[in-house]
């Protein structure tokens, strides 16, 4: 049976028996890098975004089970027919677009209306999915490092930035000023 087959039949199961039916798959695709399909009605997607490049991973409860790298996006430089675009022209992605019911995506330049330009262009994209959440990279950072707890979270890369976060919430933050003067 083909892999279409196999994870059709998959997403069936899951629909009568619920979360008692759990299958991992794993295939290549052509460019040889490996993702697995499982149940995936309760996976996450969370992608952590800068304007070079943007990680991707899917879990399933503590499973990981789709890991992918896409080109950056970044809102400040892209519109969103231009994030849109980019995500369509990306099969990994394609092979689990109705499979994510939530979106969790941290990415350089989304503050205040930038974070509806990449909304926009991810319900597009992940028609399926019952949330999409867009916050910053320093966002992402925090949440990765300590969650719901207290903190100082720094990114030092091609944009630098750093935050205070207290009960998981951002209270301080210097000016991360761009790629150009916040190094």
């Known amino acids: 049976r083909s892999i279409k087959d196999w994870a059709g039949s998959i997403r069936e199961a899951s629909r009568i028996w619920g979360d008692e039916v759990t299958f991992l798959l794993r295939a290549t695709e052509r460019h040889g890098e490996f993702y697995t399909f499982a ?7 969370y992608a952590d975004s800068g304007s070079t490049k943007t990680e991707w991973l899917g879990r399933n409860g503590q499973t990981e089970v789709f890991r992918h790298t896409t080109p950056g996006i970044n809102p400040f430089l892209m519109s969103s ?17 109705n499979d994510a019911h939530e979106i969790r995506f941290y990415g350089a330049g989304c503050r205040g209306t930038a974070c509806h330009t990449v909304r926009t262009a991810l319900e597009r994209v992940f028609k399926q999915a019952r949330r999409i959440a867009v916050d910053s990279d320093l966002a992402g950072a925090a949440w990765a490092l300590f969650a719901d707890g207290d903190g100082i979270a720094c990114i030092l890369g091609t944009g630098s930035n750093s935050g205070l976060f207290v009960a998981g919430k951002l209270v301080a933050q210097v000016s991360p000023l761009g790629y150009i003067l916040g190094d």
């Not at 995500?87 to 677009?97: G, I, N, R, S, T």
């Open 81 to 97: 027919e231009q994030i849109e675009q980019m995500l369509l022209a990306e099969p990994a992605l394609m092979h689990v677009a």
């Open 39 to 45: 149940h995936m009605e309760t996976m996450i997607l």
